[in-house]
């Protein structure tokens, strides 16, 4: 039994993983907001890492690749929309 609860729970942080960065992905590429469409993803990223940082108590990696790859995704929107 602990074994399979080990892998249950290895499996569940990873799909919350996958889950959150997806969704910075989607949003980061189709969110209008006033400002640069990289800084835009940054924020964005940033507010969806939050939840997921405070639960992991992982604050400086998760926040970190959250507005990483907030930012990456909003460039990326505006140089494929040119």
Known sequence: MGIWACRAGITTMLLQAFF????????AANVLLPLHPAVSGA?????????????????????????A??????????????
């Open 20 to 27: 959150s960065r997806f969704a910075i992905w989607l949003l």
């Open 43 to 67: 924020v964005l990223g940033l507010l969806i890492s939050l939840p997921d940082a405070f639960a992991m108590k992982s604050y400086a990696g998760i926040l970190g690749t959250g507005v």
């Open 69 to 82: 790859f907030g930012a990456l995704a909003g460039w990326a929107a505006k140089m494929w929309a040119r």
